[in-house]
């Protein structure tokens, strides 16, 4: 019996899988997450039913902090400590975010880099331990993501060529 249930509640969570990749790529938003390598299906389905209208966003640091990745110092007075996180935002939204870097880290090299850098630290900022520098790479892609939402485009590694005039 346990071993039916267990093949019916798999069945049933593919039924699922497939229902919220099909509701993500009909979203015109789920289009431009997907098109950065490393974010899935399922991660950008939560992200999006977690954060709602990116339009109730005016600036990505207020995404930032409805998803408790805002960074603060609990000390007070002229003692300096270690920041944190606040953690009062959405938890799930939290924790997919903290997922979605890990992938990102795994498969992007931008990503990647940028992690390896906070790893070992530049002559004004310390060496982050591999936690922090995750969390790093959480408030990047958060950023990121608002962006491509805003300006409703496609993720593209290479950066755009400037065409502008150059100041001498």
Same mark, same amino acid.
């Given at each position: 019996?346990?071993?039916?249930? =267990?093949?019916?509640?798999?069945?049933?969570?593919? @039924?699922?899988?497939?229902?919220?990749?099909?509701?993500?790529?009909?979203? #015109?938003?789920? #289009?431009?997450?997907?098109?950065? $390598?490393?974010?899935?299906?399922?991660?950008?389905?939560? &992200? +999006?039913?977690?954060?709602?209208?990116?339009?109730? &966003?005016?600036?990505?640091?207020?995404?930032?902090?409805?998803?408790?990745?805002?960074? /603060?110092?609990?000390?007070?007075?002229? @003692? &300096?400590?270690?920041?944190?996180?606040?953690?009062?935002?959405?938890?799930?939204?939290?924790?997919?975010?903290?997922?979605?870097?890990?992938?990102? @880290?795994?498969?992007?090299?931008?990503?990647?880099?940028? /992690?390896?850098?906070?790893?070992?630290?530049?002559?004004?900022?310390?060496?982050?331990? $591999?936690?922090?520098? =995750?969390?790093?790479?959480?408030?990047?892609?958060?950023?990121?993501? &608002?962006?491509?939402?805003?300006?409703?485009?496609?993720?593209? +590694? #290479?950066?755009?060529? /400037?065409?502008?005039?150059?100041?001498?």
């Amino acid at each position: 019996m346990i071993l039916d249930d =267990l093949d019916y509640h798999g069945k049933q969570l593919k @039924v699922l899988e497939g229902e919220i990749a099909r509701l993500v790529q009909d979203t #015109e938003l789920g #289009e431009y997450l997907l098109s950065i $390598k490393g974010i899935g299906v399922i991660t950008a389905g939560i &992200f +999006l039913g977690e954060v709602g209208d990116p339009a109730n &966003f005016r600036r990505a640091k207020e995404m930032i902090s409805y998803s408790g990745l805002d960074p /603060y110092e609990s000390e007070p007075g002229l @003692v &300096f400590g270690r920041r944190r996180i606040s953690k009062e935002g959405r938890v799930l939204l939290r924790a997919t975010l903290y997922r979605m870097a890990v992938s990102m @880290v795994n498969h992007n090299e931008a990503m990647r880099g940028y /992690y390896e850098r906070k790893l070992k630290g530049s002559k004004k900022d310390r060496a982050l331990h $591999k936690t922090e520098a =995750l969390c790093a790479v959480a408030i990047k892609l958060v950023k990121l993501l &608002f962006a491509l939402m805003r300006d409703k485009r496609m993720y593209q +590694l #290479e950066v755009p060529e /400037y065409r502008g005039t150059k100041v001498a």
